[in-house]
């Protein structure tokens, strides 16, 4: 199976063919996989180097032009060090892209904490009208992304991960789907985690929810799941833990409800360590997850 980055690079290059709108805006990063379509398309492939402000600035201005802009580099290039960029260039302009993150929360240890983004989506909420994608397969990446692309002048961000579950998940319209069903409580969860839940939750009532868009977040799923079974929430999401806390208890503002956020933890693990290490330090292991939950529900 190829990675969600990989499925990023061929799908784009061949839409790049098809859609004279797009433009792939690169910092170095993956640009070796661009090479051939920046051969057909020496207009609408640019690589800035490793020029992160510049890769967000050179976007805006693409979207100013009316290109669908496709900015890519690693997650903490793309979200964080750029940031005032991102607010100024897309937000305050009202200009719309796709930025493609790759790395996610910590996919490439050995690049220590600077090639580490656990705090992005949390930072990206920070800014009004972003879409979140956060696909959970390489065939989920492929339909988000072609999504993202299709999406007139939205501004959206896909958060590719090295880390994927076994099997994709129809992704129809984007909204949170019920996996399992139960009473006991609900447990949504994001992206790549998806199987690690679905084990930890083997043989407990309780419903688990799938999500592979996040932002918006989908208030209606959760309620509903909620008022089938016990309002007890498990938020269980590949970065941040508490990312989604408020948009869970802003969901469930008029019910009785207890919600226990889990995700990335705030220390900084300075031992590169495995991808697989670094799941079971943040208890976002199947083991890990199953004592967790188990010990939160009633």
């Given at each position: 199976?190829?990675?969600?980055?990989?499925?990023?690079?061929?799908?784009?290059s061949?839409?790049?063919?098809?859609?004279?709108?797009?433009?792939?805006?690169?910092?170095?990063?993956?640009?070796?996989?661009?090479?051939?379509?920046?051969?057909?398309?020496p207009?609408?492939?640019?690589?800035?180097?490793?020029?992160?402000?510049?890769?967000?600035?050179?976007?805006?201005?693409?979207?100013?032009?009316?290109?669908?802009?496709?900015?890519?580099?690693?997650?903490?290039?793309?979200?964080?060090?750029?940031?005032?960029?991102?607010?100024?260039?897309?937000?305050?302009?009202?200009?719309?892209?796709?930025?493609?993150?790759?790395?996610?929360?910590?996919?490439?240890?050995?690049?220590?904490?600077?090639?580490?983004?656990?705090?992005?989506?949390?930072?990206?909420?920070?800014?009004?009208?972003?879409?979140?994608?956060?696909?959970?397969?390489?065939d989920?990446?492929?339909?988000?992304?072609?999504?993202?692309?299709?999406?007139?002048?939205?501004?959206?961000?896909?958060?590719?991960?090295?880390?994927?579950n076994?099997?994709?998940?129809?992704?129809?319209?984007?909204?949170?789907?019920?996996?399992?069903?139960?009473?006991?409580?609900?447990?949504?969860?994001?992206?790549?985690?998806?199987?690690n839940?679905?084990?930890?939750?083997?043989?407990?009532?309780?419903?688990?929810?799938?999500?592979?868009?996040?932002?918006?977040?989908?208030?209606?799923?959760?309620?509903?799941?909620?008022?089938?079974?016990?309002?007890?929430?498990?938020?269980?999401?590949?970065?941040?833990?508490?990312?989604?806390?408020?948009?869970?208890?802003?969901?469930?503002?008029?019910?009785?409800?207890?919600?226990?956020?889990?995700?990335?933890?705030?220390?900084?693990?300075?031992?590169?360590?495995?991808i697989?290490?670094?799941t079971?330090?943040?208890?976002?292991?199947?083991?890990?997850?199953?004592?967790?939950?188990?010990?939160?529900?009633?």
């Amino acid at each position: 199976m190829d990675t969600m980055r990989e499925r990023f690079i061929s799908v784009t290059s061949r839409l790049l063919d098809e859609d004279r709108r797009l433009a792939v805006v690169l910092a170095e990063i993956s640009m070796d996989g661009f090479r051939p379509a920046q051969e057909r398309h020496p207009d609408r492939v640019i690589n800035v180097g490793i020029r992160e402000q510049l890769l967000v600035g050179v976007g805006g201005g693409l979207a100013l032009t009316g290109l669908r802009p496709v900015l890519h580099t690693f997650a903490s290039f793309l979200v964080e060090r750029p940031f005032e960029q991102v607010k100024l260039d897309f937000g305050h302009q009202g200009t719309g892209g796709v930025l493609v993150s790759a790395s996610a929360s910590y996919d490439w240890p050995a690049g220590g904490f600077t090639h580490m983004a656990p705090g992005d989506v949390a930072l990206l909420d920070t800014l009004d009208g972003w879409t979140v994608h956060v696909p959970g397969h390489p065939d989920e990446a492929e339909a988000l992304l072609r999504h993202a692309y299709a999406a007139g002048d939205d501004r959206v961000y896909v958060r590719l991960s090295q880390q994927s579950n076994a099997a994709p998940r129809p992704l129809g319209d984007l909204r949170f789907q019920t996996v399992r069903e139960g009473r006991a409580g609900v447990v949504l969860a994001v992206g790549p985690l998806l199987d690690n839940v679905l084990a930890a939750t083997e043989g407990l009532d309780v419903t688990v929810l799938y999500a592979a868009t996040v932002r918006p977040f989908d208030d209606a799923a959760l309620r509903a799941a909620a008022g089938r079974a016990s309002a007890d929430v498990v938020l269980v999401e590949p970065y941040l833990a508490g990312t989604s806390a408020a948009a869970a208890g802003q969901a469930l503002v008029d019910l009785p409800h207890r919600v226990l956020p889990l995700g990335v933890g705030r220390a900084e693990l300075r031992r590169y360590g495995t991808i697989d290490e670094h799941t079971a330090a943040h208890g976002l292991d199947a083991g890990s997850l199953r004592e967790r939950i188990t010990g939160f529900l009633r």
